[in-house]
């Protein structure tokens, strides 16, 4: 991996052994049957719930493990090393769901909504993109129209992870139409799992202490080239009714809120891309140092040589990158565009060392016996959400002519 000690301490290490250790013993073995049946891992998120995993970053008073980013991101790229539709179940709840209550929400939010969050109690999801805004979040439909000492929401957003299995949700809707992305704000919403008897039988998932909001509800189940065991729905708001104090942050303020999600979002794709590239790299240094072809090991050929080593060395930048953003937003400095810069460059060496290494198993890399298959097909979405990589060359670009004071 390259020495990294730079970034890491004690308890970093600790993570990431424990993780490791973790998903090569329960994910690894049921990752594929996952892939095949696209259910979601009722099971192993009880088991990743009770080793501490969604709560990592947050304070114990918020049912959190007390750790910081840096932590967070081993862990996800830990377990995508193994199956990204089980990083995604971490890295969404925790960059999505609870970074913006713990950074945007008042004492009371943080108390009803991170802790059953963050305790790992139930799932959580970000209602941002529509169908029809995707990169374009400001030209969002999603309404909410204030009547008395509440706001009537109505709308419907796409692309959500955990909009089935989660409860609690951050959703955009436009509360000042006039004022295009400057008239948008941000609300806490409820709903219960749609998998209920699934999350009772676990003993995860759901909490009765959360209240469905009525005309909230699950549309159809996407289905997907990757991350088939991730959850991704349609959320419906038909006539919502939020109270006031469900409103995260000031009205007509949530843009600042969403990008700056966003920011941190970033930050969590980087990692899942980290982790898939490391696992399909390992993966093909023991299949090419156990197959042979004209009486060597496919590693022995030179041109397989630079293969490995073009790809490792870009794993390794991408990790130094990624880990050099945790840092910023840990400390509270500015890292947007090295955020952006992370999961650009992360997200191409996930899908160009998938590649790599399909095509280094020959006609098995094609098949599902291996599990590179599956890496590849799980790399390309890193390519696109939180950002499509053509959307974080805008943001790289308008950041660095800042920088040059030629833009304001």
Known sequence: MGDLSLFLEDHHEMMRDMVREFAEAEIAPVAAQYDESEDFPWDNGKKMSEIGLFGIPFEEEYGGADMDLLA??????????????????????????????????????KRRFLKPLASGQVLGGFGLTEPGSGSDSGAMRTSAVKKGDRWILNGQKTWITHGGVGEIFMVGAVTSPEKGSRGITAFLMTKESCELEEA???????????????GFTVGKKLRKLGWNASDTRELIFEDVEVPEENVLGEIDRGFPVFLD?????????????????????????????????????????????????????????????????ARLRMDGKPHKQEAAMAKYFASEAAMDTTIMAVQLHGGYGYSREYPVERMMRDAKITEIGEGTTEILKIVISREMLKAYGEVT
């Open 200 to 214: 009772k039988r676990v003993g995860f998932g759901h909490s009765d202490d959360l209240e469905p909001m009525p």
């Open 72 to 109: 967070a991101v081993i862990a996800v790229e830990e377990l995508a090393r193994v199956d990204a539709s089980h990083s995604i179940m971490v890295g969404a709840h925790t960059s999505l769901a609870c970074t913006p209550i713990h950074r945007w929400g008042t004492e009371e939010q």
């Open 261 to 325: 999600t966003l920011d941190g979002g970033r930050v969590g794709i980087a990692a899942h891309a980290i982790g898939i590239a490391q696992g399909a790299l390992e993966q093909t240094i023991r299949y090419t140092g156990e197959r042979k072809q004209f009486n060597k090991k496919i590693h022995e050929f030179q041109g397989v040589q630079f293969m490995l080593a073009e790809a490792q060395t870009r794993i390794h930048a991408a990790r130094v990158m990624t880990y050099h953003a």
